[in-house]
């Protein structure tokens, strides 16, 4: 494993993005990125494998920074609350100070099959890693599985209202609002007793 | 665009399953799957533009069956119970006689992560029609997209559940009950006013 530099992981990253705009993903070389980063090859190719995954450079210590909060969480709680609450936490530590690089990763990301794929896989692995860590507090499986879906599906929602152009709140708060939102948009479960008048 | 040729479109796919579990994605070749379909590479190309396609023949299908549905579904319905009413019309009509495939199906893509992230691109694409759908309806836009979002993660978990080793229910009836395991994983609303004693 290489040791981690969130210097030049971040000016790889801005320089990619800058790159990918101008002239797309597919003309952009590895060499311009350094380039424009004033780093060297070697230095890219110690944080990356290839060219796509530079737009994934945080995306294990995202994925290792849940889990521990997920680990570190408290027992009493439901899992989804685990989940959410580790997420908030992380929102602060790793997203809430880079909005506007977040924001122009999500627009490239967007207008890219390829890179949109990736992320999508992505997403997937660490909905399946925070369902992991939430088996070995011991939980139910298939609640692990579920509390992690709706969490991943709430940070979806989040981070779609956190990137809008204009919108200032924190992700820390718009994460239960998503929550929120997705009970609405559930509603109210037909098969259950009706509420007493 | 190809005439709809439903058998040739099943028996490559199910040739294509068939090789690739044997012998892996990478080393199967078209003229191998043709050749064990009893078609030709004419054929093939008719209806997938490469190989990976093989085992998505059925997802424009899919869409514009679920589209077809939303649209003509019941004004007066919230637009989450429109699209499960949907999805609950197109399991009857395009799954419930081919688990054995469908479920052979998921095997091979989750062992390819290749042929994953491509499953999980048409699933976002296929959200994206949805909510396009009810909007089209007059619809919120946000209440498009978050309803488009529950009614795939609610498909997701049943799918899951129908494709377990076993489970012998139609996947029609595993559609609500997943929406109702979800409705339960997000409980009550911490922020709203407790029922009366």
Known sequence: MPRWKPGAVDRLQAAAL???DE???ERTTVAEIVQRAGLTQRTFFN??????EVLFGLSSELQQEIIGEIAAGD???PPLDVVMRALEA?????FEHRRAVVRHRY???AANPELLERELGKHAALT????????????DPEAAYLAASVAMLAQQVAFRAWTRPGETRALRDLLPEALSSLRATLGHDPEAPPLPA
């Open 128 to 139: 399946e890693a925070i369902a992991a860590a939430l088996r070995a507090r011991g939980g």
């Open 107 to 109: 627009a490239v990301i």
């Open 18 to 20: 800058e790159l990918f």
């Open 90 to 94: 992380v929102a602060d530590k790793m």
């Open 23 to 25: 002239q797309g993903f």
């Open 75 to 77: 027992e009493a709680l």
């Open 47 to 52: 944080h990356f494998s290839d060219k796509r």
